[in-house]
């Protein structure tokens, strides 16, 4: 059970990561360490089975990392880009996942409240108040799993190392994505 203490610890550490204290941190933490504990993993502790999927690239998603020690290095946090509060617990050893979402940011009225007063709330409702909880399935190829890559290949446009399995064959020929589709930059020629 989720006691108050843990969270004023796992809060600060979040803080101390992200920087500030906001809502997304406040809500964040609470919602790593309910995943945590409803698949019964110990807080600060390394869990090589753990691996979490945000669907959000806000706040949120730091305290996420900073409680549960996942990371986009070690291949233990995966980024989904959804836009939405919530974030997907799964125990690779176990099968087990869990889809947890921020109930209360979907709520449709907006309150009346500041800051303080949300980040306040957040600490003192239980999070089964706070959040809904999904069982799910997840299933993960070779290329989205920890440890080293499984594939390289070189684009045969830029020339380009692609692991995992993250390239395209075009015309019998690896092509990674940014020249297969576009990127989100573009070379400037001096």
């Known amino acids: ?27 964040g933490t609470k919602l790593a360490m309910y995943g945590l504990e409803l698949l019964g993993i110990p807080l600060n502790e390394r869990h090589k089975n753990l691996i979490v999927f945000l669907e959000i ?20 946090l995966k980024q989904m880009y959804y836009g939405k509060f ?8 176990t099968g087990e996942a869990l889809r947890i979402a921020d109930a209360d940011a979907n709520k449709k009225y907006k309150r009346d409240e500041s800051k303080d007063e949300m980040i306040e709330r957040f600490r003192k409702t239980p999070p089964e108040e706070l959040f809904k909880v999904e069982k799910v399935k997840i299933e993960l190829g070779p290329g989205d799993l920890p440890g080293k890559p499984y594939t390289t290949a070189f684009c045969s446009v830029c020339g380009e190392k692609v692991s995992d399995g993250r390239h395209k064959l075009i015309g019998g020929k690896p092509v990674c994505k940014s020249c297969a589709e576009g990127s989100y930059y573009e070379i400037i020629e001096e």
């Not at 990561?17 to 941190?25: D, V």
């Not at 919530?86 to 050893?93: K, L, S």
């Open 86 to 93: 919530a974030a997907t617990f799964y125990n690779q050893g």
């Open 1 to 27: 059970m989720m006691n108050q203490k843990d969270y004023e610890e796992q809060l600060a550490k979040a803080v101390d990561f992200h920087g500030h204290l906001c809502g997304g941190i406040a809500i």
């Open 57 to 76: 690239d806000r706040c949120m998603s730091d305290a996420v990392q900073s409680v549960t020690g996942c990371s986009m290095g070690k291949r233990t």
